[in-house]
């Protein structure tokens, strides 16, 4: 399954994505990982949380970071939940991709049982009918 959180910035999508992370380690059976730009999380999740800064590894588009998941999800089978904080700052701002890039983790996250959220500043009313979907 995956899910989107797009908003303009300064609408509480990181807070969302924390509050959700909180949730899920009450119930979890498996282990969640959060990808973020940059070290802003640190003191806001639970330190349970696999925190993986994308800068730090160099992740600059949308290939890195689809090998980036696929290379954590081979490492251990047990990963049940995937945060992607800032999906822009990561790979770029091309809407394009971004929706190509969303579209390949649905079927990655369906393929291995696995559940992704994604956070992404920018209206949603830009949003393409195939992201609505996701929203």
Do not use: Q
């Not at 303009?8 to 730009?37: F, H, P, Q, R």
């Amino acid at each position: 399954m995956i899910n989107v959180i797009m908003g303009l910035k300064g609408s509480g999508k990181t807070k969302k994505m924390i509050d959700s992370i909180n949730e899920v380690l009450a119930n979890a059976s498996g282990d969640v990982v959060c990808i973020e730009y940059g070290k802003k999380l640190t003191y806001d999740v639970n330190y349970r949380v696999r925190l993986v800064d994308s800068k730090e590894y160099g992740i600059s588009n949308s290939d890195m970071l689809k090998g980036l998941l696929s290379g954590l999800h081979a490492g251990n089978f047990d990963i049940t939940h995937v945060y992607i904080d800032n999906l822009y700052k990561t790979i770029g701002t091309d809407r394009a991709v971004g929706e190509a890039f969303v579209a390949w983790c649905a079927a990655f996250a369906e393929a291995n049982n696995m559940n992704i959220t994604i956070t992404i500043s920018d209206d949603p009313a830009n949003a393409s009918e195939e992201m609505k979907k996701f929203l």
